[in-house]
Antibody, heavy 120, light 107 residues
Framework: QLQLQESGPGLVKPSETLSLTCTVS??????????WGWIRQPPGKGLEWIGS???????YYNPSLKSRVTISVDTSKNQFSLKLSSVTAADTAVYYC????????????WGQGTLVTVSS | VIWMTQSPSLLSASTGDRVTISCRMS??????LAWYQQKPGKAPELLIY???TLQSGVPSRFSGSGSGTDFTLTISCLQSEDFATYYC?????????FGGGTKVEIK
């Protein structure tokens, strides 16, 4: 069964770059049917889609974050990664990775999530 | 951008109750809507997609309906494990977006 697992630093300083990796197991990230996305959830708040990537490297990002986001894929490691630059306290959130079909669709499954706190 | 209004934001109910949660769109999205359940400290889990298709493994007491701008998630007979927060998500237009959530709590 497909599983996703986020990893990366839990604490990032303001103005620095947040970097997370999602490792996919139980299936290939190179499947032609799927896209791989990042979603975040500030503590006590709702969900916000950040962006997604196809195994070929094609990406699309939420316009609200586009200037600061880079998503990349490493098919040899079955991983995809998120970089969010110039972070502020407003970027403190649980970050999830998830799979979805096609350009836009429902997200399933999700990783367990990782809390990233932006603080000096 | 599609604006989503999910209501109520808080719902108090008892085990065995029938509950309904609404998700209203600022413009029509056909049936491109999903519902998720999230328990504290856990990732959201997909319940329903395409407005009314039950995800594999999800109990049949969950159902979804609607199309266009108005959608409903119904839990026919609330169980103890159903107390959680529920989110709708539209994937008709870019960017995909989520409703604000409905917390179902014990009355």
């Amino acid at each position: 069964q497909l599983q996703l697992q986020e990893s990366g630093p839990g604490l990032v300083k303001p103005s620095e770059t947040l970097s997370l990796t999602c490792t996919v197991s139980g299936g290939s990230i190179s499947s032609s049917s799927y896209y791989w996305g990042w979603i975040r959830q500030p503590p006590g708040k709702g969900l916000e889609w950040i962006g997604s990537i196809y195994y070929s490297g094609s990406t699309y990002y939420n316009p609200s974050l586009k200037s600061r986001v880079t998503i990349s894929v490493d098919t040899s490691k079955n991983q995809f990664s998120l970089k969010l630059s110039s972070v502020t306290a407003a970027d403190t959130a649980v970050y999830y990775c998830a799979r979805h079909c096609g350009g836009y669709s429902q997200f399933d499954p999700w990783g367990q999530g990782t809390l990233v706190t932006v603080s000096s | 951008v599609i604006w989503m209004t999910q209501s109520p934001s808080l719902l108090s109910a008892s085990t065995g109750d029938r509950v309904t949660i609404s998700c209203r769109m600022s413009q029509g999205i056909s049936s491109y809507l999903a519902w998720y359940q999230q328990k504290p400290g856990k990732a959201p889990e997909l319940l329903i997609y395409a407005a009314s298709t039950l995800q594999s493994g999800v109990p049949s007491r969950f159902s979804g309906s609607g199309s266009g701008t108005d959608f409903t998630l119904t839990i026919s007979c609330l169980q103890s494990e159903d107390f959680a927060t529920y989110y709708c998500q539209q994937y008709y237009s870019f960017p995909p977006s989520f409703g604000g959530g409905t917390k179902v709590e014990i009355k």
